[in-house]
Structure formats: C-alpha cells, structure tokens
C-alpha cells in the first residue's frame, strides 16, 4: 500500500515545474517614508512594470467655482429622475398586480417587468445623481473646503438619500409581487 501512494506522490511532483515558472512572492514591509507607515504585499510579474504610488493630496481637483451652482444642476437632474419615478411608479404597481397570477411567458407579466426596469432606470439616475454628490463631498473633504461647502452637499445627500429609499420600499414591492 505504501509503495502506491509513494508512486502517485512521486508522479504528481512531475507536474510542477521549475520555481522559476512562478512569480515570486515578497514579504510585506512597511514604507515608513514621510512618517507613514503602511504595510503592502507585494506579488511580482516577469516584464510587468509595477505602477507607480501616487500620493493623492497632489492629485486632487479642486472644487468647482460655482459650488452652489453645480450642487443644484445635481439635485436637479436627481429631482426629474425622481418625479419620472413617481410619475411611473403607479402604473408599474397596477402592471404587477394584473400580472401576479400570469404566466411568466405571458405579455402581462412582461410588461410589468419592463414597467420595474423602467421604474429601476429612473431611480438609477437618481443614484447617479448621489454618486456626484459623493465625488463633491471627498473633494471637499480632501481641499479641506469650509464648513459651508460641506453643510450644502451634505443635505443635497440627505434629500437624494430620503428619496431613494421610498423609491427602494416602492421597487421592492413591486419586485415582490413579480417574484416566482
């Protein structure tokens, strides 16, 4: 019994090739320049240069000139989305009760899930909307902009935020009644 199990072990370490064949694993270390200090893994590939660390504070986009201006063309394009939500969201709901019964491979049921992706796009759009308000808050954060700047986006996130979770009770209603 032993002679076999040494016969496959010996026939399996065939199957590896050279150590040379594999990228070498570095042990993590910590860079402590500039005070820092982070620890990394670092995992190395034969011709692939490793890109470059940025530091971000160097890279980082000032906030827009007209902050108020852009924070309300944002709440704006989150508004319509969701007044298209609200304004799909009724017949949507009717669409899912009459197809709640139906066959899935019925034109009823169909088009109540066409009517919830149309009613997911809008509130999409409204995520959308958040996400730039999100890219405005980091970038105030990171230029260090006053308390108002940050107080303006802050509750431009609130609102957008307090929609989109009706519109999330609304989707998964209406989801629920379309689930098989």
């Known amino acids: 019994m032993m002679g076999i199990a040494g016969a496959v072990l010996a026939s399996l370490s065939g199957c590896a090739g050279s150590s040379a064949d594999y990228p070498p694993f570095t042990i993590p270390t910590a860079d402590t320049q500039g005070g820092s200090s982070s620890a990394r893994l670092s995992i190395s590939f034969p011709g692939v240069q490793t890109p470059e660390i940025v530091d971000a504070s160097t890279t980082t986009q000032p906030l ?14 989150a508004r ?12 949507a709901s009717s669409m899912a009760n ?12 169909a088009s109540a899930q066409i009517s919830l992706a149309d009613l997911t796009s809008h509130h999409s759009t409204a995520r ?3 996400a730039d308000l999100d ?6 954060q990171t230029t260090l902009a006053d308390t108002e700047a940050m107080t303006s986006i802050a509750k431009a996130q ?10 999330n009770s ?9 689930d098989r």
């Not at 319509?80 to 017949?91: K, L, R, Y």
């Open 170 to 178: 609304t989707l998964a209603a209406i989801a629920a009644r379309l």
């Open 128 to 130: 959308l909307a958040l």
């Open 98 to 109: 009459s197809a709640r019964n139906a066959p899935v491979t019925s034109d009823t049921w």
């Open 80 to 91: 319509a989305a969701s007044e298209a939500f609200s304004a799909n969201a009724a017949p």
């Open 158 to 167: 609130e609102r957008i935020v307090a929609t989109l979770r009706e519109q």
């Open 64 to 77: 827009p000139a007209d902050l108020e201006g852009r924070i309300n063309a944002i709440s704006a394009r």
């Open 135 to 140: 890219l405005l808050a980091a970038r105030a």
